[in-house]
């Protein structure tokens, strides 16, 4: 008779174990993002990172050995969801335990931990080659939500740089050339005002204009 999963929180002890089975299967995420970054003392450290920042690391064991792990997080409300969701970012059994029903009470524990937070979805994704971990999840109900694309920032920043240059950068100088015509434009309108109404439209000669007042008013001045 095949022992039934018991699926628990993960305590300190199981980091380690956790952090052991990552490092020798190196399960993916649904971002294709694998869990291996640096061995298993860095793994632990990621661990506890994540859990630090409120993430759920609960893990499933047979006989009182750890056999499967699965990690999730709570999605607060915002722009387009008014109530939480727990998004499962990574589920992992070991091949030797696969199909004794290691996956489903891992995720049968996350359902338990989205219906007391009262999330009414529930998230979770497999990397697009894993077709056995999409089929587990479309037994399970899981449909397709969106589709996420990842690039590594090094790469995005090296293809933006080489981009044309971003409008933007040419806003300020281009302002102050329209400023510049509009201005030389209304000025030459002005001038030809001035001139069809028979005013001087050149510089203003104040000898010429003294000459032109009164004696009383010259010697005023």
């Known amino acids: 008779m095949r022992a039934t999963p018991q699926v628990r929180p993960a305590d300190r002890d199981d980091l380690v ?10 399960p993916a995420s649904p971002a294709e993002v694998t869990v291996d970054l640096g061995g298993e003392e860095a793994l632990r450290n990621h661990l506890s990172v994540y859990l630090a920042a409120g993430g759920q690391l609960l893990v499933a064991d047979i006989d009182g050995h750890v056999v499967g792990f699965v990690l999730a997080r709570t999605v607060e409300p915002h722009l387009f969801a008014t109530e939480p969701a727990i998004v499962v970012d990574t589920l992992f059994v070991t091949p030797d335990t696969r199909r004794r029903g290691v996956g489903h009470a891992l995720i049968a524990g996350i359902a338990a931990i989205a219906g007391e937070a009262g999330s009414p979805y529930v998230y979770a994704g497999a990397p697009s080659g894993d077709r056995a971990m999409q089929r587990f999840l479309a037994r399970l109900g899981f449909a397709p939500a969106a589709g996420h694309r990842v690039v590594p920032t090094p790469v995005l920043l090296r293809r933006l740089a080489q981009e044309s240059t971003p409008a933007w950068r040419d806003t300020r100088p ?4 329209e400023t510049t015509r509009a201005a030389i434009d209304d000025l030459i309108a002005r001038r030809r005002r001035a001139r069809d109404a028979g005013l001087p439209t050149g510089a203003l000669d104040l000898r010429v204009l003294q000459e032109q007042q009164p004696d009383g008013q010259r010697s005023a001045s």
């Open 174 to 177: 281009r302002l102050r050339r």
């Open 17 to 26: 174990v956790v952090a052991a089975l990552s490092a020798s299967a190196r």
